[in-house]
């Protein structure tokens, strides 16, 4: 059942993508893209993680709202950080790599959690072990695993945590 | 109207590029591999985004195709960062000297 629902899924996201991507309705190119589909859909059958963790819930579906629009204000936000240092002559940096805590169960939860990290302020995922992720960061605030989990991994966790679990 | 389309296109394109050329100067700048990863993988997605943006309104029947290539980056732009980073790490880039702490050294020391 599970895995039928998440094969169902794959199988509309492909199949949109390849609309997206002709641009057209037409009969022969939708027949392509169903078959296309199917094939993909049966040879990955085995790793459809991303697909049958996420909830459709509303409040899931809410989260995944909030967490875009907050996702976008922080990359924005690292954007406007990295110009200032790299524009001012003394290049105040203080890097160094620190520890912190998921409290994420999911792969696909935690694939997106590490990929926001390197994208917001001042901070890049270096190496993801289970439920610790090694994060380098530009300006260190705080070595400590408890605070830089804290400034780091909190805003978006609350986010992924409903719509991952 | 279309002037005004072509005004906030060109305006998102110029603002791109800008931020292109930030992540530039920080690959110079920048004072160890790390570093210049942070500043490549921040700038060239939010710079390649916005111009997505700005070619979208130059173009919009390019709509799609343009946020295609746009979710396209947003999801393999940090992981090929991460990927780089982790492949440094493990080959013992030599990280720069203002560098204040590494609790991944540490814990992988602790192992070994």
Redesign the interface.
């Known amino acids: 059942m599970e895995k039928a629902r998440s094969s169902a899924v794959l199988f509309a996201t492909l199949l949109l993508?390849w609309i997206?991507?002709n641009?057209s309705l037409a009969v022969d190119v939708l027949i392509v893209g169903t078959v296309v589909s199917v094939l993909i859909v049966l040879l990955f059958k085995s790793s459809l993680a991303a697909f049958s963790e996420l909830k459709t819930t509303p409040q899931a579906l809410r989260a995944a709202l909030q967490y875009c629009v907050y996702f976008i204000k922080e990359?924005?936000k690292?954007?406007i950080r990295?110009?200032r240092?790299?524009?001012s002559p003394s290049?105040p940096?203080?890097?160094?790599?620190?520890?912190v805590r998921t409290r994420l169960k999911s792969k696909m939860g935690r694939l997106l959690l590490?990929?926001?990290i390197?994208?917001t302020p001042?901070?890049?995922?270096?190496?993801?072990k289970d439920e610790w992720l090694?994060v380098?960061w530009?300006s260190?605030e705080s070595?400590d695993v408890e605070a830089a989990t804290t400034s780091i991994v909190s805003g978006f966790e609350q986010y992924l945590e409903v719509m991952y679990g | 109207m279309g002037t005004l389309l072509d005004f906030i296109g060109g305006l998102l394109l110029v603002t791109g590029s800008t931020f292109l050329l930030f992540g530039g100067l920080g690959l110079v700048r920048m004072p160890d591999l790390f570093n210049r990863i942070q500043a490549g993988a921040k700038t060239t997605t939010l710079g390649t985004l916005l111009i997505l943006l700005g070619m979208f309104f130059l173009q919009p029947q390019w709509g799609l195709k343009l946020l295609l290539i746009g979710l396209f980056i947003l999801f393999t732009n940090p992981i090929s960062a991460q990927v780089l980073a982790r492949a440094a790490h493990r080959v013992g880039t030599e990280k720069c000297a203002k560098t204040t702490v590494d609790r991944l050294e540490e814990d992988l020391g602790e192992k070994s």
Request: hydrophobic share 60%; aromatic share 6%; charged share 10%.
């Open positions: 993508l997206f991507l641009g990359l924005i690292a954007n990295l110009a240092i790299v524009l290049l940096v203080k890097p160094g790599i620190v520890k590490a990929n926001s390197t994208l001042g901070t890049l995922t270096v190496e993801l090694y380098h530009v260190v070595s």
